[in-house]
């Protein structure tokens, strides 16, 4: 049985278009299929149900044939390019249709918006993943070798073949896992009042597992890390191991360095809490003095930073992407000005990411979010909880959301994971 009633279907007597779509996998459980009939319904138009086959047991799956109807061809081409995005197809498919790109960082009308769900495009009459799965982007074929990608629009080059239409393309959604997960039981609203140490473990197990499958743990952090004392925390994670991939900005790294030269961030002194004497001079100084040295790997050999994040980073000689914006003091020599430069190195940095922990870093946890296909399992971690569900709004709905202060959160992770196999190279 659904745990929810499926709408009933509403007449709509002039309805004169037609079409039968199918939808298969964990369906009902999923609330896949609700959410198709509500869609219909929500955009003007009727279904009917013509088949509907539900799996016996928790791992089998089901399927559905339901005709949807429109009072018009614009109606009903409308609702189903929205049933795609939900896993639909219709049942009478066609391969994927192209237009050329006649221009450069443009698509040709019409092109086909992607999500970031897993995408499939029919060619020659089969189905073809499509690669670098993201959301907001436009997918390119390769006709010659029957192979897709998702590109972003400022990528597109004359010649490219790029979908249009929804015709051809069929969206996979994520499926709630079988079975009952510590992960799944954090699947749920922006709450400050999830049992702390369950999610606590949740995130380091999921942590390990990625790192026992070969993928890359990506840690996006913002300068409140430094702010509330939590540098060495992260440095002890990069450190033995469990960070791969570190996405930041100017300012936690200049305020992480500055605490290894000063003993201050933001010119507080961070074992006492006080203000320092001309405190608020340090980041700048910190700054020059990195920009005198050539660059924080600069600073590191000449022994200026003997600790911190970014020490343990350039050590371990894990991927950095420090993204620059209009705010910067400097900014630090690495970090990149030009927005676009850092979005593509972004984009090709979460390849083989598993496993994103964002800390207290809104703009640049949005940013990463929008890179990341659905399958990457995402925690996001902030005492502001505006913050958290701007991330999910803008459509990054795999992420978890954990309301709580940074220091001990990161303080406990840490503990908890140097209780775990340290992680392999």
């Known amino acids: 049985m659904p745990p929810h009633p499926l709408p009933a279907p509403v007449p709509l007597p002039d309805a004169t278009v037609i079409e039968e779509i199918e939808v298969r996998g964990h369906i009902i459980d999923s609330l896949i299929l609700p959410k198709i009939l509500d869609r219909i319904l929500q955009m003007g138009g009727s279904f009917e149900i013509r088949e509907c086959v539900i799996g016996s047991q928790r791992k089998d799956p089901s399927h559905a ?40 960082a443009a698509f040709p009308d019409k092109f086909y918006s992607t999500t970031n769900q897993a995408t499939q495009v029919r060619i020659g009459g089969r189905w073809i993943d499509v690669a670098d799965q993201e959301m907001d982007c436009g997918i390119v074929i390769d006709l010659s070798s029957k192979t897709a990608r998702c590109v972003a629009m400022l990528d597109v080059t004359p010649g490219m073949s790029v979908v249009v239409g929804h015709a051809g ?58 702010h509330t004392g939590s540098g060495p925390h992260v440095a002890k994670l990069i450190e033995q191991g469990w960070v791969q991939t ?12 500055e605490q290894a030269i000063y003993g201050t961030s933001l010119g507080v002194d961070l074992g006492h809490g006080q203000s320092a004497d001309h405190g ?60 676009i430069e850092a979005q593509r190195r972004m984009r090709e940095s979460v390849k083989g990411v598993g496993f994103a922990l964002m800390i207290a870093t809104m703009l640049h946890s949005v940013a990463t979010g929008n890179l990341l296909p659905a399958r990457v399992k995402v925690v996001c971690v902030d005492i502001n909880p505006s913050a958290l569900i701007k991330l999910s709004d803008r459509g990054s709905s795999q992420t978890i959301s954990l309301v709580t202060d940074v220091e001990p959160f990161l303080r406990s992770l840490a503990a908890e994971l140097a209780e775990l196999t340290v992680a392999p190279e």
């Open 65 to 104: 044939r339901v005709a949807v109807r429109a009072k018009s061809p614009e109606g009903l081409d409308a609702i189903l390019a929205d049933l795609v995005e939900h896993g639909a197809t219709t049942v009478n498919v066609s391969d994927a249709q192209v237009v050329v790109a006649d221009m450069a």
């Open 246 to 257: 570190l996405f930041a900005g100017n300012a936690l790294a200049t305020h992480d360095l």
């Open 280 to 339: 608020h001079e340090h980041h700048l100084r910190t700054i020059n003095s990195i920009r005198r040295l050539g660059g924080i790997k600069n600073a590191i050999d000449s022994g200026l930073v003997k600790s911190g994040i970014m020490y343990e980073a350039y050590r371990k000689q894990i991927d950095i992407v420090l993204a620059g914006s209009i705010r910067d003091d400097g900014p630090l020599p690495e970090v990149i000005t030009d927005v």
């Open 169 to 226: 393309v069929r969206v996979i959604p994520a499926e709630r896992p079988p079975g009952e997960t510590v992960f799944g039981f954090m699947n749920s609203a922006v709450s400050s009042e999830k049992p702390k140490a369950v999610s606590l473990r949740a995130v380091a197990e999921s942590i390990r597992e990625a790192r026992k499958a070969g993928q890359k743990v990506l840690l996006v952090g913002g300068p409140a890390i430094i």
